[in-house]
Structures are given as structure tokens and as C-alpha cells.
């Protein structure tokens, strides 16, 4: 079994920046792709961020969705078994519920291909 705890969510100002992070522990870390997804209501689950699993000799595999490439930066701690979102240049159309996910294997942008999920932390971006 696994668990994924969010942090960080809040109200920020647009053009602002904000960071997200996620604590995991027991199987949802090692040799998984951490994911971010967002959700506002009435919407779909949508693909945020991910990065893929690494070691001391590889460099992780980063993927961003078109809306936030370029503003939104993926990282992960392996020591620390955590995952961060940082989120620059702020827009209102990125309020959302913000989670995090991880599953074993390759990466994916579709929610149904992760295992384990977070609560989700709320953000709102104000104009």
C-alpha cells in the first residue's frame, strides 16, 4: 500500500508563484512516475506535470501539459520520497483542485493509469 499527502495549496495573486508538494510513503515512490493532475468542478481530471523515476546515474524524464509548459516546474527527492510543484506566472484558469498521483512504470497523462492518489489541495489564483 501507499499514500500521497499534498501540501501547499492556497490563494495567490495572478502573475504570482506558488509551490505544491507531496509527501509519499510506503509503495507509491520508488520506482514510480509521480504525477500532478488538476480538477475544477464540472471538468475532468486533467494532466498537469510529471517526472519519471530516478537514480544516482539517470536524470528523470519531466512532461508538462501545453497550458503549463514554460511556468510550471516538476521536481522530485528521492531521499525525501517527495514531489513538488512550482508554479510561476500565475493565471485565474489555473484555480483548481491540485493532486498528486503515482504509478509503477512508464509515463501516462491519463488519470485512470495511476495507482495511488492524494486528497488534493486547493488552489485559487485571483485576478
Known amino acids: 500500500q501507499g499514500q500521497l499527502v499534498e501540501s501547499g495549496g492556497g490563494l495567490v495573486q495572478a502573475g504570482g508563484s506558488h509551490g505544491l508538494s507531496c509527501a509519499a510513503s510506503?509503495?507509491?515512490?520508488?520506482?514510480?512516475?509521480m504525477a500532478w493532475f488538476r480538477q475544477t468542478p464540472g471538468k475532468e481530471r486533467e494532466f498537469v506535470a510529471a517526472?519519471?523515476?530516478?537514480?544516482?546515474?539517470?536524470?528523470?524524464?519531466?512532461y508538462y501539459a501545453n497550458s503549463v509548459k514554460g511556468r510550471f516546474t516538476i521536481s522530485r527527492d528521492n531521499a525525501k520520497n517527495t514531489v513538488s510543484l512550482q508554479m510561476s506566472s500565475l493565471k485565474p484558469e489555473d484555480t483548481a483542485v491540485y493532486y498528486c498521483?503515482?504509478?509503477?512504470?512508464?509515463?501516462?497523462?491519463?488519470?485512470?493509469?495511476?495507482?495511488?492518489w492524494g486528497q488534493g489541495t486547493q488552489v485559487t489564483v485571483s485576478s
Open positions: 517526472v519519471s523515476w530516478s537514480t544516482k546515474w539517470s536524470t528523470p524524464n519531466k
Open positions: 498521483a503515482s504509478r509503477r512504470g512508464t509515463y501516462s497523462f491519463a488519470d485512470y493509469d495511476y495507482d495511488y
Open positions: 510506503g509503495r507509491a515512490f520508488v520506482n514510480y512516475v
